[in-house]
């Protein structure tokens, strides 16, 4: 489409500046929302409706569009006057906030080329799939560097209650908290997305919450019922995960990838295309059954027949006449085929179909259910897809959008709805705008409400554990964030719990207090006081420590989450590195930003603001990166670098070390990066943790090692395993080939099998007062002090390099 095309769908009749951005199309995935406010955002810069140096735009609703298209009109149009996004919820992307729930950003396209790659390829707002929180969480931290480094405002809890354009072209947005001035706008974008599914105040849970699907189902009842309602991807997907042995909703999209369909694909596609002709009319379950059953590989019956949900019945209802409608994803449609056939090839007659029968008198919310013409019965679980509630998105426009085609009578696609495209004109606009620095920390994290926090673990089917506690998993940072105790009760015993362990070792070392009470008392304290020794510990003066105490009796509040013992603990795991790196965010703004706090390494200003703005880069490829953000923190205040760290290793990172040994460790580091001529960045893979070309380095900020303080000779002793070591703590300018070398090498020693020659030794620079009279001094001499230790190196090296090759003649 072009630019003209675009604005003319987008624009409602009777106004000159309010554009609709996807509220009524038909493929609405984050992707392809992301693709249209991409689009239009061109579109709008390329017809000139917003002047780039002093305009004025407004966007309404914070979604995976808004949010997109405010990222990029900041990117691109850093001179406008006012660039305001309203959302009425208390944050961005609410509905996916810690969802498991899988996006991919092309899946909906599959089996179409390409629609395996994960990554969305986008210039800017990028991401790659995973689950629906992990996807926000990434496309957040973009927006929020973003609306730090530009004029861009986020006003959340506001909701806009009138619109109110002007023949001149403006419009003026009322929010309910009044109209207050700066309110009226070159250009308004309505992004107000679906709206709430409908009937969530009775027992069916939001489609974005954890889901009680993914794990086993533990009740008394004989063949539990599980009753879902809905024609559409979202029942289809409940479907699913209720026919399917505790699988998570990646699990399943990653099994249906991997079938090997044989002929069955080119029929699937076949039908597909035939469905989608002028004029078809294809009952695509009996389409499915009659031609694609006798040529399905055996062993795609076997993958699904053995990943079925024992001892339980499914009953999938809808009002439509048939099953399966076209509009809905493929993947989603072909796979509830397979489950439905083979079910009833294997006899397990544990599924229930009924089409084209509704409900008799209200929709049932919570008790009873009766479908005209049968008996009522009631559920053990129901799951109620029927469309979103979009009358209170709609609601405050429904005068100005009366006038829309799409609204008042969306289209019906003739064609197969694919995942929008980008224009070419987006693509050359928006490629190389993608993440820019952080001007600031991210705002703090929610605290929790006050008073001590309940969390109890307990066992499940096959070695899984129930978590129950008011906070998810997915939501352990918020304990260290929120400052609060913790009273954490265990029912498993240390032995079964052992992948558990490094993980709760570490949640419970930086919390305000924590204590366990277990009934395996004395495996527990063995367990955790080995993983809290002090010898792994950064410096002599951190204290951690997790005490246990008898079992006692406890009430816990909030639902449980079952997880096997290794994903609870990576969740774990994960949500506190995210949760460190933006207290660590935090307290670099401190010491690098306008706050200039005192560390007893004086900054020269300006260059306090270059190795802030170094940082930002930083900070936005390692809240990106977990497994990069996990390398970096994890080596500053750990000297021992092995390619597979032990989880224990991670006990030490934490709010307790950010001050004393990862400030000063992240900022030696930046300012080898930006002075010395090397300008490296963290890096995910070994060795050490930071890395430019071939060069390694570990940025490292103990102050004692195997519980030994630092001094020169000790330091040189170590297996270091990349080229360079930045040792903070270190108050010697330690170079690596300076004094008597040891007892046991000659210069001339040929290396040993995994070793390093002499003259390649690891350089290793300490922070001694030639450091920090260079910081004081600004960057001019800071460029000075890594130059001559570097003329120092090659001088020093040249006679022992010399004497190699002498040795070698």
Known sequence: MTPQQIIENARIPGTQSILVLGSFEKRVTVYAQQVRALNLVDAMLSENLVRPRGGKVAIIGGGAAGITAAVALARACPDLEWLDLFERSSGILALQHGSRRFLHPHFYDWPAAGSDSEDAGLPIMNWTAGPAGDVAAKLRAEFEAARHNSVLSLHLDQTVTKLVPSRLGPTRVVVDKGSAVRRIYDVVILAIGFGLEAHLDGETPTYWAPSGLAGPIHTQLQNPLLFVSGNGDGGLVDFLMAAFNALEHHEISAMLMGLDLGPARVELEAIEREAWAAGADVDLLAAYCARLTPIMPAAVWHAIAERLRPAARIHLHTREPRLLRRTSALHNRFAVYLVLEADREIGGNAIIVTTGVDFEGDIPKRGAITLVGQAPFEPFRRFLRLGPDSAANLDPFKDVLAAYPGAVSPPLSATRPESPALTASAVGRFTGLGPGPVVEPDPAAPAPAAGPLTISLASGAAGAVFWSCELGPDDAGQIWSGGRSVALYSEISAVDAAPLAAALARLGAHASGLTLYAKDTAGWR?????????????????????????????????????????????????????????QLNAVLYEILGPPAAPTGWPIEPALRARLWDRWSDWYAALAADEALCRRFLRLLISEDDRELAAEAALVGVGPKTLRPFMSKSTIFALAFAVCSGMPMSPTGVHPGNVAFDSMTGHSCG????????LSTRYIKDQAWTTGLVLLSHLHEAVRMMEGDLRMDRSISDAPAVGTISASEEPLIIGADEGLVSALE??????????????????????????EVADDAA
């Open 526 to 582: 063995a367990s955790l006081g080995a993983l809290c020794a002090s010898k792994a510990l950064p410096g002599p003066d951190l204290e951690i420590r997790c005490p246990v105490a008898e079992w006692q009796d406890a009430v816990v509040i909030g639902p449980a989450v079952q997880l096997t013992a290794r994903l609870l603990a990576a969740t774990i795991q994960s949500r506190l590195d995210r949760e460190t790196l933006r």
């Open 702 to 709: 103990v102050s004692w090692i195997n519980e030994r303080r």
């Open 777 to 802: 001094a600004g960057e001019p001499e800071l460029r000075e002090y890594f130059q001559s230790i570097f003329r120092w190196r090659n001088e020093t090296a040249a006679p022992m390099l010399e």
